[in-house]
């Protein structure tokens, strides 16, 4: 049983254009990281977001938790070929772990 | 600064061998986890360490041992490859375990078992 599910898992767009992936769980977390994994190498860490509704940004990118701490987005605008990528949501679980979707795969075609 | 080094980056094993697969970090981290990722499934927890001496299995441990010595090493044991090890293993440490802190990750081991 996957307990975060990502969506959509693979998506293309041209470079300039906006695109929204999301994570979803019928569980609540206390908080929830967003990784970007690029080839050959291991995630690295953008953002975590820890109360419900809360709004991050990162330059063009925007993360926002759900009121209920059971779903976030990860919004790109004006996507470059930089932002291609594997993004992946965790959610932080009680017993020292992470829960990890299966990526929502992102390639920004210049 | 080095992070977390994994080795080996690659490494073809056949059936039933063993092998260690090792992992270093130098930021005096208490907790290391160990994950393997398969084509298209994400992330999932083989083991983790909360601190040396202390060790606790994951999400998919049948078939791998670990160990945790010291505060830096974290080595991951296949005693009996099989090919459904077949994957990438990724290597990470925490300052604590709390949800508002990250995972740090090394560069991967991509292992193949024939």
């Known amino acids: 049983t996957q307990l975060l599910e990502q969506s959509p898992q693979f998506l293309s767009i041209q470079e300039g254009e906006n695109l929204t992936v999301y994570c979803n769980s019928s569980s609540v977390f206390s908080s929830l990281q967003w990784y970007r994994q690029e080839p050959g190498e291991g995630p690295v860490l953008l953002v975590t977001?820890?109360?419900?509704?809360e709004v991050k940004k990162l330059k063009r990118l925007t993360f926002q938790f759900g009121d209920a701490r059971k779903d976030s987005s990860l919004h790109i605008t004006a996507a470059q070929p930089g932002d291609t990528g594997l993004y992946l949501c965790?959610?932080?679980?009680?017993?020292?772990?992470?829960?990890f979707g299966k990526g929502n795969q992102v390639v920004v075609i210049p | 600064n080095a992070g977390v080094t994994q080795t080996p980056k690659f490494r073809i094993l056949k059936i039933g061998q063993s092998m260690t697969l090792q992992c270093t970090q130098d930021?005096?981290?208490?907790?290391m986890y160990w994950y393997r990722q398969d084509p298209g499934m994400g992330l999932k927890l083989i083991y983790y360490s909360v601190g040396a001496g202390i060790t606790d299995k994951g999400e998919v441990p049948n078939g791998y041992n670990v160990s945790r010595s010291t505060t830096e090493d974290f080595p991951l044991r296949l005693e009996l490859a099989a090919p459904s090890q077949t994957s990438v293993y990724f290597c990470?440490?925490?300052?604590?375990?709390?949800?508002?802190?990250?995972?740090?990750f090394g560069d991967g081991t991509r292992l193949s078992i024939l």
């Open positions: 930021m005096n981290h208490n907790y």
């Open positions: 977001v820890v109360t419900g509704g």
């Open positions: 990470a440490s925490s300052y604590t375990s709390t949800g508002a802190q990250p995972q740090h």
């Open positions: 965790a959610g932080a679980q009680g017993n020292n772990r992470l829960a």
